[in-house]
């Protein structure tokens, strides 16, 4: 028995949503799940909204002009929460958006606020799915089948997809599995992009020798992604308990085997979200920092959906941390991997900075003082890159005043605030580079 999750307003969809529930509960084999099913349950509605979703094989969302009500201390509202929800799970979403003439009621407008958020919204649907819509009740029922139907079709004919996937914390450096991992890294990093995989070895096996010691220092955490026994991915977590900031290294997802790499990545963001919930040495976290190739210079359509893809899905992390990830928009170097030549010099790779914290100092125009993003740098460029770059001490230090003065170039051009761009800003001006080439 497949089961479908039905998400949408009531109030304005109220016939409509009628219509889809009678339409998938008559297809044999199909059960349609919904949130005035529930009853009385010993949990909020927004906690148990998100496991009915993540237990559904199956998300279909409708989506009106209405925003709706909103969880308790949430921002979104329930239908945009559980869509979210149905991402991060790695369900199939299918979405069907009321046209722009379909009439509300003047008793049901809401306030310019929400309508700004469910156009929002919408704008986001339409350009994360391929969605149907409709323009009746008794169409939205037939449309709604033809999509469960289609997909169940193309499920018949498709290979595994997550059952057999699991994601781990690995704590030992000699674990076999790191060595397949570090194949992948070989295969998947660019050149300029990758220190040498025995110097992350090394990493892990002095991070073991401080735990054994019980020396409070910086941590690195290595998460593994095995599918039926193959790894096929990982990410690498620094922590700084100095500074109390930790850094998202790599996350890598091998293309080649029997499921979307798409849901690879998927679980390795869900584990690295337990390991902050759960490893007491990161509580005292304030917030982490990555870098990410900027959508707003891909060179094809294909490449700026990718580059997308990706900086949701640390959103979505940073959304389950209790923070919100936003790109710092200033002119960002990532620095070489070793000291560079006089020809090399100056070539660093541009990439976007991003920031999630749980309380950042955001100045009136929802930007950040220079003083805190010059902190973030001093971050990256003195603790970050030089921690552990070689055991021959000459060589840290050249590395080191490479990237001393690579710091003072970053901050020399600082403006007084840096512009933090939410997901939504990326976007648009990714699409705006898109339309160009």
Known sequence: MKTVFLSSTAKDLGEHRTAAYNA???????????????????????????????????????????????????????TECEYDAAVAAGKPCFMFLAPDTFRLPVTLIESDAKREMQGAFRQRVSSERIRGTFESASEIGANVVNALRNWERTEAQSPPKADGLSARLVSDCSDPDILFALDLYENRI????????????????????????????????????????????????????TV????IAYLVSEKGIPIDHGFVSHR????????????????????????????RTAASSDETHERLARIRLFCLLAESLGSSLRGLDFDYRQPMLWPPSATEAGREVPMMLMYASRSPTVGANGSLPQAEVSRL??????????????????????????LDRLFAEQTARLPTEIPLLSFREIRARARLNAASL
């Open 24 to 78: 998938i509960q008559a297809m044999d084999g199909w059960r349609c799940v919904r949130m005035e099913d529930f009853g009385a349950r010993d949990s909020t509605p927004d906690d148990f909204c998100r496991e009915r979703v993540t237990e559904c094989d199956v998300f279909v969302g409708i989506v009106g002009h209405m925003y709706g009500t909103s969880p308790p201390n949430e921002r979104r509202s329930f």
């Open 190 to 241: 660019p050149e300029n992009e990758k220190f040498e995989a025995p110097d992350i070895v090394r990493w892990l096996r002095e991070d073991q020798e401080q735990r054994a010691r019980g020396v409070a220092g910086p941590r690195d955490y290595f998460i593994i992604a095995k599918f039926d026994g193959r790894v096929c991915g990982f990410t690498l977590l620094h922590y700084y308990p």
């Open 244 to 247: 109390q900031l930790a850094f």
């Open 268 to 295: 390795l963001i869900e584990k690295v979200a337990s390991v902050f919930s759960q490893e007491e040495y990161l509580s005292p976290c304030k917030g982490f920092l990555l870098e990410v190739d900027d959508p």
């Open 377 to 402: 740098l001093q971050f990256v460029y003195k603790w970050l890159y030089p921690e552990g770059f070689s055991e021959i001490l000459a060589e840290n230090a050249r590395y080191r005043q490479y």
